[in-house]
């Protein structure tokens, strides 16, 4: 664990200045009285440009390396969180946001591909939970930081900055070996919906349901009458309630089975968001809610995850975790463009409103899928004669009924006095 400590430290900064400009933006348009709609594809916006960095990333990291990119896509991110503060044009911005994303995604495969490529099996599981946990402390730490600027002026843009400005230290000067560049992988990403399509299922609506609160929860907890202060406390709560859950959960993801845990935690989620939806004045209860939101939203990926990696061969785990971020990167970017929309024709209850009502069709869907794997017979080509085969036995002449049985016990004792002698002679 320690050997990857300049990993998780760039981790933190990265994760918690770019946390922090998310929530930032979502204030500052809202302050303006920018309309849910553009807040909403902001942050869509940035899920696209993920999206769009996957294959920069791989032609990158193959040309130059890991740090080299590292380094050149932070800096980057670093000039386009500046350009925020020359202009206000909420157009220009959504061009930043998609560079943002790009960028981003560049990162955050140079530190995920060096952790899978020099972790050992034996603790990848305890090396990427501590990668994890990084992450939720910085997006903790942003929100909190963020309370510190009521007033929303220039002042975060500047801590951005700083974060992530701290984040290419550690790498940069880290002594664990180098890993291997990249080698570009193809993904057939409809494909997978074959072999696992509970898992994409699940994914696609994970990006919905956590995309939208990072990009929206801010606005509806500023319409029910939030402070900035208050605010930060709403997010941080769900947040950290993400990172409480992880490992109580991946332990009983080991013991049931985890396409069950998955629609359970959507019922939950279901619920919680009608009571978030009816009750956006009960600020307490709100707290409250949205704590516990967090404890089933935020395990929804990684439960996810690895039920499909139970599913399928060595060969195509890099594909299926492509086609699984590429699945939660398409359901943020529509769910969020959508979600915004609805905000902004029926009010900020909307968010949680339209949470609920995804989770009974996602339920539903869920539900459907595992039935027909369950009833799925296997194809005649998956029973394949081998040489190991009962017809290469002797005793198979003994269960053909055109065969005497005279003939058949003769076949048995000559292939038993041939075994003996084989023995003799051994």
């Known amino acids: 664990m320690r050997a990857f400590i300049s990993l998780y430290l760039t981790n933190l900064f990265l994760v918690g200045g770019t946390g922090l400009l998310t929530t930032y933006l979502a204030l500052y348009l809202t302050q303006h009285q920018i309309s849910t709609f553009w807040v909403g594809l902001m942050t869509s916006a940035y899920y696209f440009g993920l999206l769009f960095g996957a294959k920069i990333g791989y032609y990158f990291i193959k040309s130059v390396g890991h740090i080299r990119t590292f380094s050149a896509s932070t800096a980057v991110v670093i000039a386009c969180v500046a350009m925020h503060g020359l202009t206000d044009n909420i157009y220009f911005w959504l061009v930043l946001r998609i560079t943002v994303g790009i960028g981003m995604m560049c990162n955050y495969m140079v530190l995920e591909s060096w952790l899978n490529e020099q972790a050992a099996p034996e603790n990848r599981g305890r090396v990427f939970s501590m990668y994890m946990i990084t992450s939720y402390l910085g997006m903790i730490g942003g929100q909190y930081a963020l309370s510190q600027f009521p007033e929303l002026g220039l002042a975060p843009l500047l801590l951005v900055c700083i974060a992530v400005s701290f984040g290419i230290v550690p790498i940069a000067t880290t002594r664990r070996i180098h890993p291997k560049p990249l080698k570009p992988v193809t993904i057939g990403f409809f494909s997978y919906f074959k072999e696992v399509p509970q898992s994409l299922t699940a994914v696609l609506c994970a990006g919905i349901i956590n995309g939208s609160f990072y990009g929206l929860a801010p606005v509806f907890a500023k319409e029910s009458g939030f402070s900035t202060n208050d605010i930060a406390l709403f997010m941080s709560l769900t947040i ?5 859950a992880q490992w109580p959960m991946g332990i ?7 396409s069950v845990l998955i629609r359970i935690n959507t019922v939950f989620i279901g619920a919680i968001s009608l009571f978030m939806a009816l009750n956006s004045s009960a600020h307490p209860m709100l707290l409250v809610a949205t704590f516990t939101f967090g404890l089933f939203a935020f395990t929804l990926y990684p439960l996810s995850s690895a039920l499909a990696n139970s599913r399928i061969t060595d060969e195509y785990r890099v ?14 970017a529509i769910g969020l463009s959508v979600i915004a929309q609805l905000m902004e024709m029926v009010g900020h209850q909307a968010l949680y409103g339209a949470i609920s009502a995804l989770t009974v069709f ?3 869907l869920l539900t459907g899928i595992n039935s027909i794997q369950k009833r799925e017979k296997p194809k005649e080509s998956d029973y394949v004669v081998t040489p190991s085969d009962i017809t290469a036995s002797p005793l198979a002449a003994s269960m053909d009924p055109r065969i005497e049985e005279s003939t058949a016990q003769e076949q048995l004792l000559v292939s ?4 003996i002698k084989e023995d003799i002679k051994h």
């Open 240 to 244: 950290g309630a993400g990172l409480l």
């Open 252 to 258: 009983l993801s080991d013991k049931f089975k985890r």
């Open 319 to 332: 594909g299926v975790s492509s086609a699984l971020l590429m699945a939660f990167g398409i359901g943020a």
């Open 362 to 364: 996602m339920f539903a």
């Open 416 to 419: 038993d006095d041939e075994e």
